[in-house]
Every structure is written in structure tokens, then in C-alpha cells.
């Protein structure tokens, strides 16, 4: 009896500790105590971000994800700009910034500038009436496309060096889109709008080449995961004994 009583209290010792060396390791498991004793020990140099790392395999992943999404972004999608152009604000830039040298209404007087009622898809320098300047009438071979006029409207004299017409440019994309909608407008059977989709095909085409690259990128990089896993798997159980040899 007093052997047993004995071992009972042992017992209960024994499982005490235990559950207290469990409580102990507890918040370790919670908040990384592995990436907390190390930092103590190597003066905190792993970053958050390292540690995540550390821990969890697909962080450069999702880095190399960002980066391949960037260089897509800032291709200017002409179509898409054109489909969403507003022809209220392209009249009131026309308004405010064109109507000084140009008239848009049909069979308008010329000023400093030619008409422009019925300029989309015409070839350039299109009014006989009007008197171009040398370096505008010798690309009369050319035509108003959508893509032309964004061209020229973003800078007219870097679109046609030597250009009488002196404007800076509209240099805000929706700007151009909104006016050359305006001019569309005032266009008898204006050409379509270039499809939205026929840009962001091509950069979705990229995208998806850029995808197709990152796929077998993925599937190399779930491997080495697997491959990581079972590591993990081996060196957990490895490391809390080694921690808890470090208290003790
Ligand atoms: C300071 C006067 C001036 C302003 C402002 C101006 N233009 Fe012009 N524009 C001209 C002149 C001059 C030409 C002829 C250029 C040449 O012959 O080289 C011209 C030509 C053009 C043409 C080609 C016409 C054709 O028959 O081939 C278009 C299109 C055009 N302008 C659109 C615009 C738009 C849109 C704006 C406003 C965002 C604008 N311009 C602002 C003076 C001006």
C-alpha cells in the first residue's frame, strides 16, 4: 500500500511536469519559439519576412507572382480606353483646348488649325483647302486611324517632326481617349474602335506566356516542397527535444 501510495504521487508528479514542459512549449508552437531562441541566440537577424520564409515555402513564390503581374500593367490599352472614353469630357477638352486653333461642326470655318469634322480614318492633311506645313502634307499617304491620332495627340511634334501645330500634347491617357472619342463622334461612319481585347489579348498573351513560365516555375517549386515537407517533418521533432535540452 505504501509502495503504491508512493508511486500514485510519483505519477501524479510526473504527469504534472509533463503538462507543465507541454504549457511551457506551448507559446514556442505558437509564436515560432524556434525563430524566437534563435534570434536570441543570433541577435534577431532573420526579418519577419525570413522567418515566414523560413517557415512557409511559397513566400518567394507569391514575390515572383507580384513581379511577373508588373511589367504587364502600365501597356497603354487603346481599345479599352476608347471603350470606356467619356464624349462629354472629350467635347469639353476640345472646348477648352483644341477650339482655339480648330472647328469640329460640319463644313466649319478653318483657323490656325484645318476643321476636323470627319478627320477619323481620312488621310492625313485632309482638307485640300487647308494650308499644311510640308512635314504634315508629305505624310498625307497615312491615315487617321485611332491608333495615329493617340500618337499624335499624345506629342504632335514628336508624331510628325516639323508639325505647324503647336500643342504640347495631351499627355493623360483618358484625355486623348475622351477627345478622340469626340472626334469619332463628329465622324460621319467613324471605323470601329479597336477591340479593348485586341491589347490586353496581346498582354494577356504575354501574361499567359509569362503564367505558362511561372506554372513550370510552381510545379518545380511544389516538388522542392514536398521534398521540404518531409525535411520539416524530420527536423521538428528533432529540434523541441534539442530546445528542451536548452532550459533543462
Ligand atoms: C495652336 C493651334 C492648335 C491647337 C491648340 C490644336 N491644333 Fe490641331 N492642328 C493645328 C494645325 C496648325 C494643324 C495642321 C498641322 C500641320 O499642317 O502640320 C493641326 C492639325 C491637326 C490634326 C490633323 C488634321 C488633318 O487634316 O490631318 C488633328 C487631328 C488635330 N490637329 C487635332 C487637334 C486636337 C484634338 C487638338 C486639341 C487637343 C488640337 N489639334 C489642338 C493647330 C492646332
Redesign the pocket.
Known amino acids: 500500500m505504501g509502495e503504491l501510495g508512493l508511486n500514485k504521487i510519483f505519477g501524479a508528479l510526473l504527469a504534472t511536469a509533463l503538462g507543465l514542459m507541454a504549457l511551457m512549449q506551448l507559446p514556442g508552437l505558437v509564436f515560432g519559439g524556434e525563430a524566437a531562441h534563435h534570434g536570441e541566440e543570433h541577435g534577431e537577424e532573420q526579418t519577419l519576412s525570413q522567418k515566414m520564409c523560413g517557415q512557409f515555402h511559397y513566400c518567394v513564390e507569391i514575390a515572383e507572382a507580384a513581379s511577373a503581374g508588373g511589367p504587364a500593367e502600365p501597356v497603354f490599352d487603346l481599345g479599352a480606353a476608347l471603350a470606356a472614353a467619356d464624349v462629354t469630357r472629350g467635347e469639353r477638352?476640345?472646348a477648352g483646348?483644341?477650339?482655339?486653333?480648330?472647328t469640329i461642326t460640319p463644313g466649319g470655318a478653318n483657323?490656325?488649325?484645318?476643321n476636323?469634322n470627319n478627320?477619323v480614318g481620312?488621310?492625313?492633311?485632309?482638307?485640300a483647302g487647308?494650308?499644311?506645313?510640308g512635314?504634315?502634307?508629305a505624310t498625307?499617304g497615312e491615315v487617321?486611324t485611332y491608333e495615329n491620332?493617340n500618337d499624335?495627340?499624345k506629342s504632335?511634334a514628336g508624331y510628325?517632326k516639323?508639325?505647324?501645330?503647336?500643342?504640347a500634347?495631351?499627355k493623360k491617357d483618358a484625355?486623348r481617349a475622351n477627345?478622340?472619342a469626340?472626334?469619332a463622334a463628329n465622324t460621319e461612319n467613324a471605323p470601329a474602335f479597336p477591340a479593348p481585347a485586341a491589347v490586353p489579348e496581346a498582354t494577356e498573351g504575354e501574361a499567359v506566356a509569362a503564367e505558362g513560365e511561372t506554372v513550370p516555375a510552381e510545379g518545380e517549386a511544389v516538388p522542392a516542397e514536398g521534398e521540404a515537407a518531409p525535411a520539416e517533418g524530420e527536423t521538428a521533432p528533432a529540434e523541441v527535444p534539442a530546445e528542451e535540452a536548452v532550459p533543462t
Open positions: 477638352i476640345f483646348q483644341c477650339s482655339t486653333c480648330h483657323g490656325t488649325g484645318p476636323l478627320v481620312a488621310p492625313h492633311a485632309h482638307l487647308f494650308n499644311y506645313s512635314a504634315m502634307a498625307s487617321w491620332l499624335w495627340l504632335p510628325i516639323g508639325t505647324s501645330m503647336s500643342f500634347g495631351l484625355d477627345v478622340i469626340y472626334l
